[in-house]
């Protein structure tokens, strides 16, 4: 992965982190334990899910460029619909609160994309391919 792209994941992930932490604070105080493993276990879905996506997409756009646009609403669909399965898999559980599963899942999302479009909006990404000194056409 190139350093541009680690760094976009990494100020993507750690605000998302952050906010599953958080969660877990208040949903341990809300509804104890089983909320602070929902909202663990959701923070995790969210950064694996969102991550893996950010990967995808980037190698996407560093192989087939012009499936880029097209390729990043498919996936972003995708995760959102995943997401809401895990939802609907899970709100009956035992294992651990459901509701601040659900809870930390959408903050944890929003989070995720929140960073995500600030790391784009301040990396310093050539649009263009420069051309290599020393080519004449």
């Known amino acids: 992965m190139p ?8 100020q993507a992930a750690v605000p998302t ?13 809300a509804a104890g334990g089983k909320g602070a493993v929902g909202a663990v276990v959701a923070a995790l879905i969210v950064i694996v899910f969102m991550g893996l996506g950010l990967y995808v997409l980037q190698r996407t756009a560093a192989s087939l460029p012009h499936l880029f646009q097209a390729m990043g609403l498919m996936l972003y669909s995708a995760q959102i619909l995943l997401l809401f399965i895990f939802v609907a898999i899970f709100k009956d559980t035992t294992l651990f609160n459901p509701k601040a599963f659900a809870l930390t899942l959408v903050a944890g999302t929003l989070a995720w994309i929140a960073a995500q479009t600030r790391a784009h909006m301040k990396a310093k990404i050539l ?3 420069p051309e290599k000194s020393g080519h004449s056409s």
Do not use: C, K, P, Q
Request: no cysteine.
């Open 127 to 129: 649009y263009v391919e």
């Open 3 to 10: 350093s541009n792209d680690a760094r976009i994941l990494a």
């Open 17 to 29: 982190a952050v906010v599953g932490a958080l969660a877990a604070v208040v949903s341990a105080v």
